[in-house]
């Protein structure tokens, strides 16, 4: 049986939590025809106590977080936001939370985070050097914040050996089948995915995201040029203009616009 303890910040989305329950119910029906372990999950929350979702609908909490034990898979759910200075202090107010994340990665524990819930992973420093992939309208944002992430804002779910993170909203549901398959089997995975109309083939959010808050490459100059002329369309275009703006050369923005 692997356990999984899932955390429970103020806002949360509710899906990220128990949207990934039911897959794991269904897993676990899965594993139980074939006679195998399946999966075992708590609810935890800073203090012990219920804890409201950004729905308003307040789940019941098993314990606090500091009753985590040891070899749970910790997932981190995405919490909600009105604009990102609201989401910085969102983040500063979790600072307790932030430390404990940089400690279970320290002491072994495997960490997986949806939507905005990565952000907490940044913030603890556990990224840093790693893949990872979030909400896409943040990628501008999660760059300049984390610059020693490796991020992948195209991505739906990046994995390493004991991270894993996933991108907005109904993301979850990808990061369900990466779970499932790495601690219960891709078999399990494939059928989870059938049962629940999953495309288990799906790999990209970028043909979800808009041109004005995201950019489909991971060229942060090239982005902020995307975003001067976003503003600009109703004006005639210099690429002159353009370059003394990004403080760049014309050649080198050519160049970088081609091989984005």
Not at 225 to 236: E, Y
Request: charged share 20%.
């Amino acid at each position: 049986m692997t356990d999984i303890a899932f955390l429970l910040p103020p806002g949360f989305f509710t899906s990220g939590v128990t949207g990934l329950i039911d897959a794991f119910m269904l897993a676990n029906r899965q594993m139980a025809t074939r006679g195998g372990p399946g999966l075992r999950w708590r609810l935890l929350s800073a203090d012990g106590g219920p804890v409201a979702a950004s729905s308003g609908l307040r789940l019941a909490a098993d314990g606090s977080f500091a009753e985590l034990r040891a070899g749970e898979v910790i997932i981190v759910p995405g919490v909600m936001f009105d604009d990102v200075a609201s989401f910085e202090r969102v983040l500063a107010s979790h600072a307790d939370l932030v430390a404990r994340l940089r400690g279970w990665r320290e002491a072994g524990h495997v960490l997986a985070a949806h939507c905005t819930g990565v952000a907490l992973l940044a913030e603890a420093g556990v990224l840093d050097g790693q893949p990872a992939t979030l909400s896409w309208w943040l990628a501008g944002w999660f760059r300049r914040r984390y610059p020693a992430v490796q991020l992948d804002a195209q991505a739906l779910v990046t994995e390493s050996a004991h991270i894993l993170c996933s991108g907005a909203t109904s993301a979850y549901q990808d990061l369900a089948l990466k779970l499932i398959a790495r601690l219960l089997g891709e078999d399990v995975a494939q059928v989870c995915a059938r049962i629940l109309l999953i495309d288990p083939n799906r790999v990209s959010q970028a043909p979800y995201a808009t041109l004005a808050a995201y950019n489909g490459h991971n060229d942060p100059l090239v982005s902020d040029c995307q975003r001067w002329m976003h503003a600009r369309l109703d004006q005639p275009f210099s690429l002159a203009a353009l370059a003394a703006a990004v403080h760049s050369s014309e050649r080198t923005l050519m160049r970088r616009f081609r091989q984005a």
